[in-house]
């Protein structure tokens, strides 16, 4: 039996070893595995158990004196011995003797220059098949001389950890090792796990080689090359307003930014399927077919599905290559960002709905990345909630905040690329009275403007709370639309609302980044 290196871990002993097997043969394994059923539609459909989202509070980095004073250690980077990690690894490689291995040897990064080789070791098949699609897929040729990996993930959801014995929180484990090039995941049957640890891996990597890894989206205008970058966390309408028909989808998640311009890290796109229609996403909509995974969709027994259905969790996803996307930019590279555009969905309903940020702003704003709950979408939230994910991906980001904002102020002082905070939320109040939704097509016009160039040299108008500067007309907008005071009928309340958010903001940052310096601070919001 051809082990093809597995040894070289510890896995000596495999009943089989399936390497870079294709879509159909994954997708048929599965099913006969009983690891999931088919849909009407070809894909693979399965239930991941008790973990149907990322775990943070089992996700744990390995402190070794050669990473130590790299990490932003803290309850989102959590420690772990090398003593524990090598314990539960060891657990790990016996229990997969004997068992049929599934083997992805792949890429990250679409830039050759930057691309790192992951091994992936699944223990089941619709895991091989996910990550198979998520990352880049090497040609047959590059597969025969594809050599040593640089990075090797063991992934075994079978395997159940023991808090008392493991030295961990749960029968699940995550666990980075940067220094050994190891990703262990034990316990979870979710495939972001293996996704967004090799993201972090790369958020860790790429920053040694002037690259800053970003938790965005990408698309480049097939005409002139243009390239726009969108962060957002759920809900501000990132995959949404990154799917323009006119221009080409370069990925839709995971982005490095180097000094020949970006890059897709992945091979594919891993998208929310709840309350799913054609009408709304249809490219989503068409991408779940034969060669998809589909993760906790429920069917019925023709094999449809109801998108709506939330019974296992809000979190159903679908993973699929980008070749699935019609109009995906191959090999997924684009120009150095002419734009970049971050979105929040303000549910107080007193940010403008588009602004243009200076480069200490933006550099604010990045690490803030600032969106709100809407009340009742969670059990408890009567009012508007902010939520600050730092730099639009926390969870994903092992260094200090400054590092990632510094490598950002550093990009826009050398491209002179343009940064916009554009509110997909509220306007006129807040989402808890009443008021409603910035429109779409509104939105798509503010965005538009902003791509095209017809932003830089209108008059703008500074706010005076949020520090930011906003245009007084937009092509395709009503003006009126673009104070948000002017679209309160109660001009005191808003002032009242502002200076609330705005407090929160400031709570946020002077807790978080104590150490920031004073020039990032001061483009923030003024509380008087």
């Known amino acids: 039996m051809n082990l093809f290196g597995i040894d070289k871990i510890g896995i000596t002993n495999p009943k089989a070893v399936y390497r870079n097997l294709d879509p159909d043969t994954l997708t048929e394994k599965a099913v006969e595995r009983g690891e999931g059923r088919l849909s009407k539609t070809g894909a693979v459909v399965v239930t991941t158990?008790?973990?149907?989202?990322?775990?943070?509070?089992?996700?744990?980095?390995?402190?070794?004196?050669?990473?130590?004073?790299?990490?932003?250690w803290g309850s989102v980077n959590m420690p772990t011995t090398r003593e524990t990690y090598l314990a539960l690894r060891e657990k790990v490689v016996n229990?997969?003797?004997?068992?049929?291995?599934?083997?992805?040897?792949?890429?990250?990064?679409?830039?050759?220059?930057?691309?790192?080789?992951?091994?992936?070791?699944?223990?089941?098949?619709?895991?091989?098949?996910f990550i198979r699609n998520l990352l880049i897929r090497p040609t047959q040729e590059e597969l025969e001389t594809y050599g040593d990996p640089d990075f090797t993930v063991i992934a075994a959801p079978g395997f159940k950890c023991d808090p008392n014995v493991d030295g961990v929180n749960s029968e699940a484990a995550i666990m980075l090792d940067f220094e050994r090039k190891e990703i262990l995941i034990a316990g979870s049957g979710y495939c972001g796990e293996i996704k967004k640890s090799i993201f972090s891996t790369m958020n860790y990597m790429l920053t040694k080689r002037d690259v800053l890894p970003m938790h965005c989206s990408a698309n480049i205008d097939p005409k002139s090359g243009d390239t726009a970058v969108f962060f957002g966390l759920s809900g501000t309408g990132k995959t949404t307003l990154s799917a323009d028909a006119s221009r080409n989808l370069i990925g839709d998640d995971e982005h490095g930014w180097s000094p020949d311009g970006v890059f897709n890290i992945e091979g594919?796109?891993?998208?929310?399927?709840?309350?799913?229609?054609?009408?709304?996403?249809?490219?989503?909509?068409?991408?779940?077919?034969?060669?998809?995974?589909?993760?906790?969709?429920?069917?019925?027994?023709?094999?449809?599905?109801?998108?709506?259905?939330?019974?296992?969790?809000?979190?159903?996803?679908?993973?699929?290559?980008?070749?699935?996307?019609?109009?995906?930019?191959?090999?997924?590279?684009?120009?150095?960002?002419?734009?970049?555009?971050?979105?929040?969905?303000?549910?107080?309903?007193?940010?403008?709905?588009?602004?243009?940020?200076?480069?200490?702003?933006?550099?604010?704003?990045?690490?803030?990345?600032?969106?709100?709950k809407v009340a009742g979408t969670e059990r408890g939230i009567t009012e508007p909630t902010p939520t600050f994910s730092t730099l639009f991906g926390e969870p994903f980001m092992p260094m200090d905040p400054h590092v990632y904002a510094d490598m950002l102020g550093s990009k826009l002082d050398e491209y002179g690329t343009q940064v916009y905070l554009v509110n997909t939320g509220w306007s006129g109040g807040k989402a808890s009275d009443g008021a409603k939704r910035i429109k779409l097509k509104l939105t798509r016009a503010m965005v538009d403007a902003a791509l095209s160039g017809e932003l830089v040299d209108v008059e703008y108008k500074h706010h005076p709370v949020f520090n930011i500067d906003f245009p007084v007309e937009c092509p395709g907008v009503p003006s009126e639309i673009l104070n948000p005071r002017e679209m309160w009928a109660d001009r005191d309340a808003y002032d009242e609302t502002a200076a609330k958010l705005a407090g929160m903001f400031v709570e946020n940052f002077s807790k978080k980044y104590p150490d920031m310096p004073d020039y990032i601070v001061e483009a923030g919001p003024v509380v008087e």
């Open 49 to 72: 158990g008790k973990y149907t989202g990322r775990s943070p509070k089992d996700r744990f980095i390995v402190d070794v004196p050669s990473v130590h004073d790299d990490i932003n």
């Open 268 to 372: 594919g796109c891993y998208a929310k399927c709840i309350n799913l229609s054609e009408e709304s996403e249809p490219v989503i909509y068409h991408a779940i077919k034969s060669g998809a995974v589909v993760e906790n969709v429920i069917m019925n027994d023709e094999g449809e599905f109801d998108f709506a259905d939330n019974s296992l969790t809000d979190n159903t996803r679908v993973g699929y290559p980008i070749e699935f996307v019609p109009n995906a930019q191959i090999p997924s590279t684009g120009g150095i960002p002419k734009v970049v555009i971050f979105l929040t969905a303000d549910a107080f309903g007193v940010l403008p709905p588009i602004s243009k940020l200076s480069r200490n702003a933006a550099m604010y704003h990045f690490v803030t990345g600032f969106t709100s």
């Open 95 to 129: 229990y997969l003797q004997e068992k049929e291995i599934f083997l992805f040897d792949g890429y990250a990064g679409a830039d050759p220059k930057y691309t790192l080789k992951f091994r992936v070791i699944n223990e089941l098949a619709h895991q091989n098949l």
